[in-house]
């Protein structure tokens, strides 16, 4: 079993800054890119930002020089630092990871069960 617990969402004024951190446990062989998706009330969910294990970061257009995605590989962590939020990014923040469980050949895709992030005006 591998489980994705998320944390670090709230409410705050448009403007501010909020960090989510989502941790990684369980059997957990090695981990591929890691990332936060995001879901408003009535629209799909969407890509925020993704990393991967080694190489670039990559960021939807809304969120660029707004929001920093990182990780600590050896805590199998990942994190958002979001600033300059608006209130068009209030939405369910989901952590999601590319796992290789142990004793397995496949990576399997994981996801957190999701935290809330309230922008007000």
């Known amino acids: 079993q591998v489980h994705l617990v998320e944390s670090g969402g709230g409410l705050v004024q448009a403007g501010g800054s909020l960090s989510l951190t989502c941790a990684a446990s369980?059997?957990?062989?090695?981990?591929?890119?890691m990332g936060w998706y995001r879901q408003a009330p009535g629209k799909q969910r969407e890509l925020v930002a993704t990393?991967?294990?080694?190489?670039?970061?990559n960021y939807a257009d809304s969120v660029k020089g707004r929001f920093t995605i990182s990780r600590d590989n050896a805590g199998n962590t990942v994190s958002l630092q979001m600033n300059s939020l608006k209130p068009e990014d209030t939405a369910v923040y989901y952590c999601?990871?590319?796992?290789?469980?142990?004793?397995?050949?496949?990576?399997?895709?994981?996801w957190g069960q999701g935290t809330q992030v309230t922008v007000s005006s």
């Open positions: 999601n990871a590319h796992v290789i469980p142990l004793g397995t050949y496949g990576t399997r895709r994981y």
């Open positions: 369980g059997s957990i062989f090695s981990i591929n890119t």
């Open positions: 990393i991967p294990t080694g190489g670039s970061t």
